[in-house]
Every structure is written in C-alpha cells, then in structure tokens.
C-alpha cells in the first residue's frame, strides 16, 4: 500500500518570514532616518529664523525625498 504525504499547508507567515522580517526592518530605518532628518529640518529652520513644521509636512518636502534618495544611491550604486 502507497502511503501519500498530504501537502504541507504552511501559513503566510512560516513561508514569508525573511521578507516579512527584511521590509520590517526596512521600515524601522526609514522611519528612523525621516525623524531624525525632520529633527534637523526643524533645527535647521528655526536657526534661520524660520517657523517650525510637523513631521507629516516635512515628508511631502524635497529634504527627505532627497536624503531617502542619496542614502539609496550610496547603497546601490
């Protein structure tokens, strides 16, 4: 008599634990990196006499488009 092995049903998490893990961590860097870039933005303007700004403001400027941008460029190129 064949025994047949049922197929395995892993779950989502159990097949995609390194990507899950690597876009995580992905996350808590780029999170890190735009609050300290908002820090010194705001540091920065107020220097300057300048008003202050949220951090939800300072995401739509060029400041964090481009230090996001240079950090990938030094990364992959």
């Known amino acids: 008599m064949d025994e047949r092995e049922e ?8 097949r995609n634990a390194l990507s899950v893990a690597c876009f ?3 996350a808590v860097v780029l999170v890190g990196q735009s609050l300290t870039g908002w820090r010194t933005a ?8 300048e008003a202050g700004f949220s951090y939800w403001a300072y995401l739509t400027t060029g400041h964090f488009a481009e230090a996001t941008f240079e950090n990938w460029e030094s990364e992959f190129l």
């Open 7 to 14: 197929p395995r049903t892993d779950s989502f998490w159990s």
């Open 24 to 26: 995580a961590l992905f």
């Open 42 to 49: 705001v540091a920065d303007a107020v220097q300057h006499g």
